[in-house]
């Protein structure tokens, strides 16, 4: 296992719902990022905090947003949810904002 | 466990037997190349990198292989075991310290009995 704990695991929401994500880095590791995998795809890069503040960001609108704690932990927050945020949100951390990833098992959405 | 991709392409090896799985990247300025395992119900997990100054590295019982010319990447398995069925993804990034790592498609590996 990673060290890298994701919750929940599973969550259904109701399109034009609100969601928030969760992710415990591993510990002493300050840098984490989120990935989209759908289903039969590879992840996409969502974007990476690093200390805090955001430090890079992949193709996605403006109502997917995150949050990083002081302790490292991070939050996917997701507004306006539609069909197609449907997926595989993976959290990643790592040492520092180059290093190896270490991915959590990721939490399942369903929007409907 | 829940499945990781219904439309991947697949490949079935034999226990015991190698396998190979083929990747092609899609940036020829990346310098940075991994291979994940992802297992159903998991996150990936990391198996061997490569940089763009070399063109193989071996692990324990893995091997990368990469060609830059035609933007090429494999992934060589020795002696298969039935815990190597996975999806295989192969990512990319520009360089070694850069945050964003962008995935291939995948392959996913059934080994038989």
């Known amino acids: 296992e990673t060290g890298v704990t994701q919750s929940p695991t599973h969550l259904i929401k109701t399109r034009g719902q609100q969601v928030t994500l969760r992710c415990s880095s591993q510990?002493?590791?300050?840098?984490v990022s989120w990935y989209q995998q759908a289903l039969g795809q590879g992840p996409q890069f969502i974007f990476q905090y690093y200390r805090e503040e955001e430090n890079g960001r992949g193709n996605f609108p403006p109502r997917f947003s995150g949050l990083q704690f002081p302790n490292y932990s991070s939050e996917l927050n997701v507004n306006a949810l539609e069909l197609d945020d449907s997926a595989l949100y993976l959290c990643a951390s790592s040492l520092d904002r180059g290093g190896e990833a270490f991915f959590g098992q990721g939490t399942r959405l369903t929007v409907v | 466990g829940e499945s990781v991709g219904l439309h991947l392409p697949t490949l079935s090896v034999q226990e015991g037997d190698n396998s190979i799985i083929n990747c092609a990247y899609s940036n020829s300025a990346s310098d940075y190349f991994i291979w994940y395992k992802q297992e159903s119900g998991k996150g990936p997990q990391f198996i061997i990198d490569?940089?763009?100054?070399?063109d193989k590295r071996q692990g324990q019982r893995v091997t990368v292989l990469l060609n830059k010319t035609v933007k090429h990447l494999s992934l060589q398995i020795a002696a298969t075991q039935p815990g190597d069925s996975a999806v295989y993804f192969c990512a990319e990034k520009l360089d070694f310290g850069n945050e964003k790592l962008t995935f291939g498609t995948g392959t996913r590996l059934t080994i038989i009995p």
């Open positions: 510990s002493g590791h300050n840098t």
């Open positions: 490569i940089r763009s100054n070399m």
